[in-house]
């Protein structure tokens, strides 16, 4: 079995804290005296903008430029990745959309995207999506590979959302919708956390690493905090930031076989 190398094992154990303090902020506000009707439907019109403007809605916008680049170039096999990747997305948009119009009020229309754009976007995600942005601008290839890193924050939401599945009622769907978006995102985020082994970081580049995924997460702390109307005090909050949560256990094991299983050579 493949093994993670000792920086991959630190720059796990630095953020794993981090994707528990983002757990936990969903795990109280499941059982929170503030969750209502309204409080459910505003953290899913905010996944909605989420899912689409944030996950579908960029690559969808590459991906087009490339298709009419003048020069060609594009090869087939990853825009059929692509293709898969944006039905993904879209299919997670579509499955908390549908929660949402569960809960809209009478006479209010269907949810589309640019309601969702419209309504569902908060000042602490844009605060996320610009440290993310800035730091693909100051560090290049390692900035990208720090936002994959930190995207999906270990599928905190998810997997916590499924929990939900033996409470019946309107939170078994939220459990079923995020069993389907944790089925598509587990691997993909593991795998993508696996192959920072493969790139031949210098310990400069760990060490910058180390600093800006932490950064990454602590904003999406606030950001989850916020999408769920404050269910954790400002206390708690702050010390979910400075990591103080006991550790996710990141699955090893899983990770290793989805890296071998990319790197195997047909025969």
């Not at 430029?65 to 692509?82: K, P, S, Y």
């Not at 009020?105 to 996320?128: H, I, K, M, V």
């Not at 560090?139 to 409470?167: I, N, P, V, W």
């Not at 990591?243 to 899983?254: I, N, S």
């Amino acid at each position: 079995m493949l093994k993670p190398s000792e920086p991959l094992r630190r720059l796990i154990d630095l953020n794993a804290p981090l994707w528990a303090g983002e757990a936990e902020i969903v795990r109280t506000y499941w059982n929170s005296p503030l969750r209502s009707r309204e409080t459910d439907r505003l953290w899913l019109l905010r996944q909605t903008y989420k899912e689409f403007w944030d996950g579908f809605h960029p690559p969808f916008e590459r991906i087009k430029e490339e298709i009419v680049r003048v020069d060609g170039g594009i090869d087939r096999h990853a825009l059929l990745d692509d293709a898969k990747m944006l039905c993904d997305e879209l299919t997670h948009y579509y499955l908390f959309a549908d929660l949402y119009d569960e809960l809209r009020n009478a006479g209010e229309p269907a949810l589309d995207p640019q309601t969702s754009r419209r309504l569902g976007s908060w000042a602490e995600n844009d605060e996320l999506m610009e440290l993310r942005a800035g730091h693909r601008r100051r560090h290049g290839e390692l900035g990208t590979r720090a936002q994959r890193f930190t995207e999906g924050g270990y599928c905190a939401l998810y997997s916590e959302g499924m929990k939900l599945a033996a409470c019946g009622g309107f939170d078994a769907r939220i459990a079923a919708a995020c069993a389907v978006v944790y089925e598509d995102e587990f691997d993909h985020m593991l795998g993508a956390t696996a192959g920072i082994d493969q790139v031949g970081l210098t310990e400069a580049d760990w060490e910058l690493l180390g600093r800006i995924t932490v950064a990454q997460l602590q904003q999406r702390i606030r950001m989850r905090n916020a999408q769920f109307s404050h269910p954790v005090t400002d206390n708690r909050l702050t010390d979910l930031c400075a990591g103080a949560c006991g550790p996710v256990q990141f699955d090893y094991a899983r990770a290793a076989q989805l890296l071998t299983t990319r790197l195997r050579v047909p025969q």
